[in-house]
């Protein structure tokens, strides 16, 4: 691979992994609701779910789904049904939980546990239903391997695509973080909430069409 063609990939990785979309909207949620430190399993699960889905790209998964056409609309139904569960999650979220680790405040996030943030498996296994990471992946997939080092090019891809993602989709996190103190008041963190829902229920018109 090139030493253009790196930076091509680096470009479209950076550009694509931190302007908004399904991930971004729940990781600046996510910050706003439960910090930076408490958010940082579902910045490494996205991360890491890209790289899985990269690499089954590069070795036939995309084949198989042209195949057979069935399995494209059985993930929409399902990315579908889950991005409106996650929207409705962000949606009625109504206070702010603590950074503090006290045996308190571990009491009160487990009497809580419906509104916990993602962890790194669950933020992982969304990837496979995110209309816009399955693009992202189609496309570095399609654009940036070669067919004459495939496995080797899927493997470049996927390593430098996931590496440059993480830090891109952190500082969503660390945004929403910022923002806990202006948020703090209850009325404006209900109708933050609201609209994030709102917002990732939206995206689902992207995942139907």
């Given amino acids: 691979m090139s030493s253009e063609v790196i930076?091509?990939?680096?470009?479209?990785?950076?550009?694509?992994?931190?302007?908004?979309?399904?991930?971004?909207?729940?990781?600046?949620?996510?910050?706003?609701?439960?910090?930076?430190?408490?958010?940082?399993?579902?910045?490494?699960?996205?991360?890491?779910?890209?790289?899985?889905?990269?690499?089954?790209?590069?070795?036939?998964?995309?084949?198989?789904?042209?195949?057979?056409?069935?399995l494209q609309l059985v993930l929409k139904i399902i990315g579908s049904i889950y991005m409106l569960y996650l929207a409705g999650r962000i949606a009625t979220s109504r206070s702010l939980t603590s950074n503090k680790t006290s045996k308190e405040e571990k009491a009160k996030d487990q009497a809580q546990k419906e509104t916990q943030p993602l962890n790194v498996?669950?933020?992982a296994l969304f990837?496979?239903?995110?209309?816009?990471?399955?693009?992202?992946?189609?496309?570095?997939?399609?654009?940036?391997?070669?067919?004459?080092?495939?496995?080797?090019?899927?493997v470049i891809v996927a390593v430098l695509f996931s590496l440059l993602n993480w830090p891109c989709v952190c500082s969503w996190a660390v945004f929403g973080s910022a923002l806990r103190g202006f948020l703090s008041d209850p009325i404006r963190l209900r109708w933050f909430n609201v609209a994030m829902?709102?917002?990732?229920?939206a995206s689902v018109v992207l995942l139907l069409k």
């Fill in 127 to 154: 990837q496979w239903v995110n209309p816009k990471v399955w693009v992202m992946a189609i496309s570095g997939i399609s654009l940036y391997t070669s067919s004459q080092q495939p496995v080797r090019s899927t």
């Fill in 7 to 70: 930076v091509a990939l680096c470009l479209f990785a950076i550009a694509t992994s931190i302007t908004p979309g399904p991930n971004n909207i729940m990781l600046l949620a996510s910050g706003v609701n439960f910090g930076f430190r408490r958010t940082l399993p579902h910045t490494v699960g996205i991360s890491g779910g890209l790289f899985a889905l990269l690499i089954s790209m590069g070795l036939g998964l995309g084949f198989l789904f042209t195949t057979f056409p069935a």
């Fill in 197 to 201: 829902g709102a917002l990732l229920a």
């Fill in 121 to 123: 498996v669950e933020a």
